[in-house]
């Protein structure tokens, strides 16, 4: 028997501008762990989270929950 939950998306992190090249799934993982309300999840929290490089249309996500230009990454949570 299974006891793990199934896994499900906790958000999706997208790099821009210059600062992209230097990113990867570490940064990502960090920044969603800052942002998510699902961090501290006793089941679903971050220890538990896996990251995924992939490619999507920004037009199918809607607006970002997060974005900083400055820094470089807008963020885009689930809905609650």
Same mark, same amino acid.
């Given at each position: 028997?299974?006891?793990?939950?199934?896994?499900?998306? $906790?958000?999706?992190?997208?790099?821009?501008?210059?600062?992209?090249?230097?990113?990867?799934?570490? $940064?990502?993982?960090?920044?969603?762990?800052?942002?998510?309300?699902?961090?501290?999840?006793?089941?679903? =929290?971050?220890?538990?989270?896996?990251?995924?490089?992939?490619?999507?249309?920004?037009?199918?996500?809607?607006?970002?929950?997060?974005?900083?230009?400055?820094? =470089?990454?807008?963020?885009?949570?689930?809905?609650?």
């Amino acid at each position: 028997m299974n006891l793990q939950p199934a896994s499900s998306p $906790v958000g999706a992190v997208q790099f821009i501008g210059n600062i992209a090249q230097e990113r990867g799934e570490e $940064v990502a993982m960090e920044l969603l762990s800052r942002f998510s309300p699902l961090t501290h999840h006793p089941i679903l =929290g971050a220890e538990r989270w896996e990251a995924e490089l992939t490619s999507v249309e920004d037009d199918s996500l809607g607006l970002p929950s997060f974005e900083d230009a400055s820094k =470089g990454y807008r963020m885009w949570l689930p809905a609650a």
